[in-house]
């Protein structure tokens, strides 16, 4: 018996129409992938990723002046290159402060097999007086290391 490889089930008008793509689908199709694109890019354009650490440090006496003094792991070292600020909590206050903050890279400090780097916050006079801010007063305090886009964090 005589073996057939090619056989046609269907017509030759079937098998045009069946294989053509509509060219409006091809067009809308690419049309709302390029929309998508174009609104991912707009939206890292705009939103912003800020990076934020917390920390907890105390009040410690610098010459006449009070500062709060945090360890920061040093993992982070490298993200300290621009001017940060740091929001700032004294306990026994829920009022949070914006100040600004001195990083310290020249002495690495090892707590529990940890390394970290100290990071000094600048207490303006009206905080110390206003607050009764003492030595050894503990703090909390969240530091923004960067508040980029996510269009710069990339690279763009």
């Not at 991912?40 to 354009?45: L, P, S």
């Not at 400090?109 to 905080?127: A, G, M, P």
């Amino acid at each position: 018996m005589e073996k057939k490889d090619n056989i046609e089930l269907r017509s030759e008008k079937v098998r045009h129409i069946i294989g053509r793509i509509p060219p409006l689908l091809i067009h809308f199709g690419t049309t709302i992938i390029a929309l998508i694109v174009l609104a991912m890019a707009i939206i890292t354009y705009f939103v912003h990723y800020p990076i934020t650490i917390n920390v907890n440090g105390e009040i410690v006496t610098f010459g006449h002046n009070l500062q709060a003094k945090v360890f920061v792991p040093y993992k982070y070292a490298a993200l300290f290159n621009e001017k940060q600020t740091a929001s700032v909590e004294f306990e026994g206050y829920d009022t949070i402060f914006q100040m600004n903050i001195t990083p310290h890279f020249k002495k690495l400090i090892t707590i529990d097999e940890k390394n970290y780097f100290e990071v000094k916050i600048n207490l303006s006079k009206n905080d110390i007086v206003d607050f009764q801010i003492q030595p050894k007063q503990k703090v909390e305090a969240e530091i923004l290391i960067s508040d980029k886009t996510i269009w710069q964090l990339l690279g763009f």
